[in-house]
């Protein structure tokens, strides 16, 4: 599945079936393998409304969201769905309380699984090859001062996204933008050798 932007979450975010539906083409794109043997045979079924899988081979039953950070979430799919589209172009716990609709103890919850995780994923641990770098403003509300007459940004969470040409996304939030952070996610994000397209940064 090609990289998703923030528009294309629209259609997930109001169709619980719809999610497991996405989260199944993400996880198992060559197919639905059992997360305890690994085998490709299984016999399928519904419950509750929700599609289920059961292993021919060791008999383990499990859904598409099984040993993932959706299990045992008492939080809806399509909601987490949101969640990680807002945490893609960086949000506040306190912000993404407010816009999902969660309390705020859920949203620092489910932030700081999305955080581990990504931190785990090869994925998104290191982009090569040409690789641009570009920043935003997520948050608070934004006034011009003398103080910030370069950005034109108060009260805002700088946010840092990376990409590299074959469609690799990583996205960081940074509580402020400083030169040397930046070279320390450079390092931690993007493999050595790699072209970097920096045009908005003085590194």
Known sequence: ??????YDYRKFIVNEEACYTLVREIRWPNGIR?????????WHYQEKGIQKHRCKTCNYKFSDITKTIFQKSRTPLSKWILAIALFKIGISARQMSKEV???????????????????KDKFFKQLSGHVELDETYYGGRQHRSHKYRKTGFT????????R????????????????HKLKEIIQKYIRKGSTIYTDDFNL
């Open 101 to 119: 609709k969660l309390t705020y103890k859920a949203a620092w919850s489910m932030m700081h699984k999305m955080r581990t995780c990504m931190q």
């Open 164 to 179: 590299s040409r074959d469609g690799k996304v990583k996205t960081i939030a940074m509580p402020k933008m400083r030169s």
């Open 34 to 42: 059992c997360p305890r043997c690994k085998n490709k045979d299984q």
């Open 155 to 162: 009260n805002k969470m700088p946010v840092v996204g990376i």
């Open 1 to 6: 599945m090609s990289e998703m932007g923030l």
